[in-house]
């Protein structure tokens, strides 16, 4: 989308969520979900549910929850998922799932400062890898993590079942510099020491 007016982008991670944030959130969702990419809906749920769905999110131990605002207005997010506590040997692993920006608000940039913003915190948290998959016919999604340096390491045949076809997931990871220590790409054997 291109137009002249400048517009105010920002992310910022969400400890707590107004209930103005939350009707916005939840409109912006089925938005999402009308247009095909409702991270893992296929039917839009309404503004109860999904006011449940993102005030529970917000409890979860080991997520934490972005919101993208255009013009002040929140119109998409993301989740950073850390690795349960029991999972030592991957605790230098997160994942970053459900984002999206709703169909209002695409094309100014804000999933790739929302992706950005993820990558920053979970490299501050001390993250060194950064997992994510993907429906294989989200291309402009793939086109988004692609072109941020994901690497797509894989591909499940049978990721995901939508109104009656099956279809394949990818999946990608990039390696994260938390700026102290050995560079990751030293870590994985990529990089000479
Ligand atoms: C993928 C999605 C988040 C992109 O949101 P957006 O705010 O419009 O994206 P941005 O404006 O930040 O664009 C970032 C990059 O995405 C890609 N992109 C954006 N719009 C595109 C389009 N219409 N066609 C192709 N690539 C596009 C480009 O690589 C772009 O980078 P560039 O501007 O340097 O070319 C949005 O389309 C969406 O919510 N899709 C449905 C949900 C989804 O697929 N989520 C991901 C998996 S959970």
Do not use: C
Request: proline share 3%.
């Amino acid at each position: 989308m291109t137009d002249a007016v400048a517009h105010s982008l920002s992310v910022e991670r969400a400890e707590a969520l107004s209930d103005e944030d939350l009707a916005d959130l939840a409109e912006a969702t089925d938005a999402a979900i009308a247009e095909g990419g409702g991270f893992g809906w296929l039917n839009p749920q309404g503004r109860d549910a999904l006011t449940r769905h993102f005030r529970g999110l917000l409890l979860v131990p080991e997520r934490e929850l972005f919101l993208a605002r255009l013009d002040g207005i929140a119109v998409g997010s993301a989740l950073l998922v850390r690795t349960p506590r029991h999972n030592e040997a991957q605790a230098w692993a997160a994942t970053l799932a459900h984002a999206f920006i709703a169909p209002y608000a695409r094309g100014h940039g804000l999933a790739r400062l929302l992706v950005l913003r993820v990558e920053e915190r979970a490299a501050a948290l001390g993250h060194r890898v950064l997992n994510l998959d993907v429906r294989e016919t989200q291309a402009t999604a793939i086109a988004l993590f692609e072109g941020l340096g994901y690497q797509r390491w894989g591909t499940h045949p049978a990721y995901a079942r939508v109104n009656g076809q099956t279809v394949a997931g990818h999946y990608f990871h990039k390696l994260l510099d938390p700026g102290r220590g050995r560079a990751t790409g030293q870590l994985v054997g990529r990089d000479r020491a």
